[in-house]
């Protein structure tokens, strides 16, 4: 590139700091910034008689843009202030050991705040990669993936402060500002998982470690605003703002875990025989999952609902392997009543399938008959709209029969075999025993218990619960 001219607003100091001629112009570490917002620079030339200040040079450094003077001679460099008390403004020719860097040649005590919050920004960054290590053997990647993801998000926010620029991208696992103070406030609603859920050691190692992550960058956001809080005036309120959504997010992270998310099958975390505290030190106990009302369809009936050649869309994947909830929504209708923004499952199913409470059926009209999942002869049926199209189904409505999955491991730990009927205590405020819960083994399958709303709010299951296996 052709020689810099310096704008006046550039010039700080003269000849009496430097050794050389009258009035040397010094190139700053602002000027360089804004130099590099209007070029795609690719080295850095100063003419002869200017000198670039150590803290331009730094940044240059950092940067990774070469410098030096146009033609032969060395940039210019000032003898005596290599480093400056960032506090007094005291000059050193070597950096005492119990300083550190703030930014370019300034130098501040080690525990000043805004060391002290790089230093929380650091440590949490550590804890993410142990967590990923000590789980990427036993969970699957899109956990670990995941994980990844925030982990790049902290060490942007790192830099960020450190080279005082702009945070750039900000959103964590796909999801907006919105999504994720939404999803952070109303886990039941997006999880199935109660708010203000109590931490427990049953819940696993992946809650475990994500749940200190959560407690940790609450930690850290509290040591940001002590370091950019000046009286009531606060700075660098981007990074604030985006560590508090970093809680957030490794509170969904949380409620993902406890909600299946991220269990794959039976040999993930996830089934009770490989999680801490259950299987073998409380013999018999198994996750309970609340099933709301939900719809399974058919591909003919994929296409008149939603058109020709659609395919169902995952929104997020449940506890049994290759099943989630989808993006689709359907509205249930009948003489007596409609139920708008009914939840569609996938994958497609051979038979289209409408599962719901008895308290659903008697607000629609339907008298429900309770049967196993696909079996769904001589059953009421029901019209599906939504907004491109209608199905009528002549059958196909049923409250499903109380039941739990389990792979053959599992079952053979717990001792109890396939379509064997069992009784399962819930405790609680509403402790209870369901008798003649139907046992479902296959080897995909994740162990959990199945109710319905009716059965949950009777028992008082609300986000997460263990039962026993009488």
């Known amino acids: 590139m052709l020689p810099i001219t310096l704008s006046k607003e550039h010039y700080l100091f003269t000849d009496r700091d430097y050794m050389g001629g009258d009035h040397l112009k010094v190139i700053t570490e602002q000027y360089v910034r804004d130099l590099l917002k209007e070029e795609d620079l690719q080295e850095f030339k100063i003419e002869c008689g200017q000198i670039l200040s150590p803290a331009a040079r730094d940044y240059l450094n950092q940067m990774r843009i070469p410098f030096g003077v146009a033609g032969d001679a060395p940039p210019r460099v000032p003898l005596h202030e290599q480093f400056v008390d960032a506090a007094t403004g005291e000059k050193y020719d070597t950096k005492p050991e119990f300083m550190t860097h703030l930014h370019g040649n300034n130098l501040v005590y080690k525990d000043h705040k805004r060391i002290a919050f790089r230093g929380a920004l650091d440590h949490l960054q550590s804890q993410i990669v142990f967590a990923q290590s000590s789980l990427c053997e036993k969970y699957p990647q899109m956990l670990i993936n995941d994980l990844e993801n925030v982990l790049t998000f902290v060490r942007n926010i790192l830099r960020a402060e450190v080279l005082n620029e702009p945070l750039g991208e900000k959103e964590l696992l796909g999801l907006s500002d919105t999504d994720l103070r939404g999803q ?8 199935g998982v109660k708010a203000m859920t109590l931490p427990h050691y049953s819940m696993g190692q992946a809650y475990a470690h994500l749940n200190l992550l959560r407690s940790q960058s609450r930690q850290v956001e509290v040591i940001a605003v002590s370091a950019f809080r000046d009286g009531n005036a606060v700075s660098f309120e981007e990074l604030i703002l985006a560590l ?63 058109g020709k050649h659609s395919s169902l869309t995952p929104a997020r994947y449940l506890s049994q392997t290759g099943e989630f ?35 659903d059926g008697v607000s629609l009209g339907l008298k429900l008959p309770v049967r196993d999942s696909g079996d769904i002869a001589n059953t009421p049926g029901i019209l599906l709209r939504s907004d491109f199209g209608e199905v009528e189904l002549s059958h196909g409505c049923i409250a499903a029969r109380r039941h739990i999955h389990t792979s053959p491991e599992d079952a053979l730990m717990l001792g109890i075999s396939d379509k064997q009927l069992v009784s399962v205590e819930i405790s609680g405020d509403r402790r209870m025993v369901f008798e003649n819960v139907l046992v479902r083994v296959k080897n995909s399958f994740c162990l959990r218990m199945h109710i319905d709303m009716d059965e949950a709010n009777a028992a008082g299951v609300s986000g997460f619960a263990l039962g026993r296996i009488k």
């Open 184 to 191: 952070s406030h109303n886990p039941e609603k997006y999880f």
């Open 244 to 306: 508090n959504r970093l809680s957030s997010c490794f509170h969904i992270l949380c409620c993902r875990v406890l909600s299946g998310y991220y269990c794959t099958d039976s040999e993930q975390p996830g089934t009770i025989s490989e999680q801490p505290g259950t299987i073998s030190e409380q013999p018999g106990t198994i996750q309970i999952e609340a099933s709301a009302r939900h719809v399974h369809l058919c591909r003919d009936d994929v296409e008149k609902l939603f």
């Open 325 to 359: 909830l989808c993006k689709e929504r359907v509205t249930l209708v009948t003489e007596r009543r409609t139920i708008q923004n009914v939840a569609v499952l996938g994958p497609e199913r051979p038979d289209s399938q409408v599962e719901l409470s008895l308290t």
